[in-house]
């Protein structure tokens, strides 16, 4: 049955009018109650800083396809110097490039962030006790506003040392989990060495005030595109085709990583009414367990955003970009609407 129009428009403005009379999904509200684990992370983070370590990583994701890949990595933390990882690349096992990360630095203030930004988003409490690698460890959760599991961590007794680490969909499906399967503390670790292709993490990261003046020029670098993600560390590289500006937006559980570069996607644009062109979607290499990725442009802007994240943290972040000039508050009327007369012209 069809309702009439008059009533259709007038359930609109009723939702416009007052858009906080409707139940928001536990994905769009920050978890209430106390955080009653919080210390407890921010001593593993400490640890991290303060310990050196090295040992055996075992690292599954979930892909756009729904399959799953797994990494052996092996990682060498150097207090105070940061930390190396190597691990193989490729489709089948043997058969891939072996690849060496070299000298990621310690990022104190951005664990920061991402701890304040994960007791914003969810509850972290301390849900039981159990073992990692042989050792004892807390088992802390970190909860949705409806009391589904976001995330789970396993954190060393004795050193704070986070063991293990998960992050789960709203089905409760695992999107991404590493976990030492060999772990040693203490010691001078050295070096990782050997034959592998070599890689390092963009080293020219961007101060507030170069950020200020990309603003200025134009770029749309919101320190929030949603509610749950926040700018956590920015980085630049100027390339043969042009600037490159790499952010990583962060729930607190997962980073999502953003790269924006002026221009437009080849082809014809469909279109929306914010300008932006049509977001594709994908894990871009067709192996289980890639990662996400959306692909779009908007404003003389390709955009690109991908990361071992639930999906719905990328739409987040596509949708905090697509259209600068479209507050989210209309977004969510529209987005609103849609469902009201989904259900009200069946």
Known sequence: ????????????????????????DADEIPAPGEDDAMELLRRAAESVRENSFHGVQLVTA??????????TVDVVHRA??????????????GRGQE???????????????????????????????????GRQAAVLEALR???????????DE?????????TRDASGRIVHASEFVQVSLGGAPTQLSGGAARARPWSDELSPSELARLREDGWHIPERPAWNLRLIRAWAKDTDSGRVVHLAYSDGLSVVSLFA???????????????AAKVVTGDGTGKSGAA?????????????????????????AAEGFSAAEAPLFWARVLRGFGHLSAAVTD
């Open 80 to 93: 105070g110097e940061g930390t190396d990882y190597r691990y193989t690349a490729g489709a089948r096992p």
């Open 292 to 316: 996400q990725q959306r692909m779009w442009d908007s404003g003389g802007f390709v955009y690109t955003v991908m990361g071992q994240a639930p999906a719905g943290l990328l739409d987040a």
């Open 1 to 24: 049955m069809r309702l009439p129009l008059v009533l259709l428009s007038l359930s609109l403005a009723v939702l416009v009018l007052l858009p906080s009379s409707a139940a928001a």
């Open 145 to 155: 506003a409806d009391g589904t599991v976001a995330g789970r961590m396993w954190v």
């Open 99 to 133: 690849v060496l990360v070299g000298g990621t630095p310690p990022p104190m203030k951005a664990d920061e962030l991402l701890l304040d930004q994960l007791a914003d988003t969810y509850r972290v409490t301390r849900a039981g006790e159990g073992r990692m690698c």
């Open 158 to 166: 004795d050193t704070g040392l986070p063991l293990r680490r998960e």
């Open 62 to 71: 979930r892909g756009a396809d729904g399959g799953t890949g797994t990494l």
């Open 261 to 275: 570069q002026r221009g437009r996607l080849p082809g014809g644009s469909e279109g929306t009414g914010a300008g």
